[in-house]
């Protein structure tokens, strides 16, 4: 849905500069991830591109950003290393944003209202702690790894935490310290002195620390050129010569790869994966969210679709929604969609007219903004206040933030789910089924809905019932009882009346978990 005109006036003054914050986020972010992928660097800056304007104004998501993942960055490159071009492999790019459509059409986008609350706030903490980790070193210039990195395993051959110990003890660079430094403690002292009245307050503070970062770097060279930082710690933004020559790094997508199976498997990993990564992403917007609006999940499905339809379609790398620019939009203060949409407008403009301009901006002065976005996401109240949810809450979170910081994002996810079902589970197993018995009158009452977990409770206590009884089995508590437990009820039914057992069924259950009773048996009621 597009915002009204009355939309876009009244949240204009909020989305404009957090629109500037998340796409100087974005700049460094999508060169990286198109270089470990294996791809064109400009690949990299067309899908954060088409993510913000194509999926931004299909999406119904008002604060979710997408653009290339970081999670899908070794499914790139091995497809990409797979396939005779990289034009091929934009086949592959088109194919799973059909996929997703499909996907949408299904309405598989539900899967993900049955993540555990646990499971995606334990996510955002694992990426803050990330964020923080892994923006370190280049906050000191070590730039060993690239730029939106959510793996333990490090592109230097060793982790996180090697790179970041080898970061600050053997391979410092005192202007990057210098820069990254001032930065990072100039984002914190702007969150908490911010001026409210005047221009001020609309002047979003990564902005600035952008603009301390050029100057601050142009100061060092004019003072002592050694401490100069060099092209390989600052943006490497593609620069061409002439319109001509700009329009020539989009590439269309070779379709003789429509009859290799290759594309199609490919397809289908990316389709599924990225379908994964957005469901979770945009429920954890949603969890940020001040507003706490909720995204139609379906509906997210067929904008990712979309997306990535155009942008193998233009040449760029597979799109998902991802929550660090997302998180970074949120903290800027984003109201709608209109933010996503002007965040592209920027990255386009930008690489087009201004590349020059953006290759001297510090990749230290970028990592200040990653690790105050990275803060925001795990602040130690986070951890308390699962803390004091219980255990049940606790332990699913932290297992979700430990699975992700040492293993990557998505698999990360995947133990995080496991750990939260388990536990989903073994709330379950908890007694569900009261028996009491005073003479010859018996209850076995249902405290909860019943599922199949619960068949051998159920039969347990059934079998307590004395010949000659008056029971009454009570599903008042319920809204549902899986098939099995009515199987079971039914097999009781009509055996009692050879036991000489009167049953009463109370609960409107009864009714509606069809065919409680097949047909009408002596001695049995309904309360």
Not at 65 to 93: C, D, K, N, W
Not at 194 to 217: C, E, F, H, Y
Not at 225 to 233: E, F, M, S, T, V
Not at 478 to 490: A, C, E, P, W
Request: hydrophobic share 50%; net charge neutral; aromatic share 8%.
């Amino acid at each position: 849905m597009v915002p009204t005109s009355r939309s876009f006036l009244s949240n204009a003054r909020a989305d404009v500069p957090a629109s500037i914050v998340v796409a100087l986020v974005a700049l460094p972010l999508c060169l990286g991830i198109a270089l470990a992928s294996g791809a064109p660097l400009f690949s990299g800056l067309i899908a954060g591109i088409v993510g913000g304007l194509v999926v931004g104004f299909v999406s119904k998501s008002p604060l979710s950003v997408s653009g290339p993942a970081a999670g899908l960055t070794v499914i790139v490159l091995e497809a990409i290393e797979r396939m005779p071009s990289y034009q091929i492999f934009l086949v592959a790019v088109m194919l799973a944003g059909v996929l997703q459509l499909g996907f949408s059409f299904t309405r598989a986008g539900i899967l993900a209202e049955f993540v555990p609350s646990s499971v995606i706030t334990g996510m955002l903490a694992a990426i803050g702690l990330i964020l923080i980790l892994k923006q370190v070193p280049h906050l000191v210039g070590y730039d060993g790894d690239f730029e939106g990195s959510f793996e333990f395993a490090t592109a230097s051959g060793g982790n996180t935490f090697t790179d970041l110990w080898t970061s600050v003890t053997s391979d410092v660079t005192p202007g990057a310290i210098i820069i990254g430094v001032v930065c990072l403690v100039f984002l914190f002292a702007w969150d908490a002195y911010r001026p409210q009245k005047g221009l001020w307050r609309l002047i979003p503070g990564p902005l600035l620390v952008v603009v301390i970062g050029v100057l601050g770097n142009m100061l060092l060279g004019a003072t002592n050129p050694g401490w100069q930082l060099g092209a390989k710690h600052l943006v490497q933004v593609p620069v061409t010569g002439s319109p001509a020559e700009f329009i020539g790094l989009f590439r269309l997508p070779d379709f003789s790869g429509l009859t290799m199976g290759v594309v199609w498997t490919s397809a289908v990993t990316l389709a599924i994966v990225a379908s994964l990564e957005s469901l979770l992403s945009v429920k954890a917007v949603d969890e940020i969210d001040p507003r706490r609006r909720t995204t139609d999940k379906n509906w997210e499905l067929m904008a990712q679709g979309g997306g990535n339809i155009v942008s193998g379609l233009m040449g760029g790398l597979p799109v998902t929604s991802v929550i660090v620019r997302s998180s970074a939009n949120v903290g800027a203060g984003a109201e709608s969609k209109l933010s996503a949409m002007l965040h592209a407008v920027w990255l386009l403009l930008s690489v087009a007219l201004i590349p020059v301009v953006l290759n001297l901006i510090p990749l230290s002065a970028l990592a200040a903004v990653l690790i105050a976005t990275g803060y925001k996401l795990t602040k130690p109240k986070l951890f308390t206040e699962r803390f004091k949810q219980g255990w049940t809450q606790f332990v699913p979170f932290v297992a979700t933030v430990l699975a992700i910081l040492f293993t990557d994002l998505l698999i990360g996810i995947l133990i995080g789910l496991a750990v939260g079902f388990v536990f989903v589970v073994a709330r379950n197993f908890r007694t569900a089924i009261t028996f009491a018995c005073e003479g010859e009158d018996c209850l076995i009452r249902a405290r909860r809905n019943l599922y199949f977990i619960h068949k051998y409770e159920l039969q347990q206590q059934l079998a307590r019932v004395p010949d000659g009884a008056n029971l009454l089995i009570d599903l008042s508590s319920t809204s549902y009882v899986d098939l099995d437990n009515v199987d079971i009820i039914n097999a009781f039914i009509k055996g009692a009346s050879y036991r000489g057992i009167d049953v009463i069924v109370r609960g409107d259950i009864a009714e509606r978990s069809a065919p409680l009773i097949n047909a009408p048996i002596a001695g049995v009621r309904f309360a």
